[in-house]
């Protein structure tokens, strides 16, 4: 049974920073591509970032390049999402996901490719 816990979330000002942590069980987080991803209120649920399973490869949405860092620590089975010059636009639930079938491909987008996933973490963040 593999379970993803997030971790992290919180309400920021604009301009501010969170680190999300997702901790993964029940297997090891090294055989998996890990991902983020968010949903707004009455919105489809969004991709924000991903990692390879050896963190040698990432990819970001537009909207967070340059602010966001996904990282990964397989000895601890923890991926992390890092937040900066957060901006209200990314107030949402984050949820971390895990592909296991295509662990070393960095540019997979959709919800459905993703088989495990957390139970997300609120993100608010003020104007």
């Known amino acids: 049974q593999v379970q993803l816990v997030e971790s992290g979330g919180g309400l920021v000002q604009a301009g501010g920073s969170l680190r999300l942590s997702c901790v993964v069980s029940?297997?090891?987080?090294?055989?998996?591509?890990m991902g983020w991803f968010r949903q707004a209120p009455r919105k489809e649920r969004e991709f924000v970032a991903r990692?390879?399973?050896?963190?040698?490869?990432?990819y970001y949405v537009d909207s967070v390049k340059g602010r966001f860092t996904i990282s990964r620590d397989n000895a601890m089975n923890t991926v992390y999402l890092q937040m900066n010059s957060l901006k209200p636009e990314d107030t949402a639930v984050y949820y971390c996901?895990?592909?296991?079938?295509?662990?070393?491909?960095?540019?997979?987008?959709?919800?459905?490719?993703?088989?495990?996933w957390g139970q997300g973490t609120q993100v608010t963040v003020s104007s």
């Open positions: 996901a895990a592909d296991p079938r295509v662990p070393g491909v960095p540019r997979r987008l959709s919800p459905m490719m993703y088989d495990y």
């Open positions: 029940g297997r090891t987080l090294s055989t998996y591509a």
């Open positions: 990692i390879t399973w050896s963190g040698g490869s990432t």
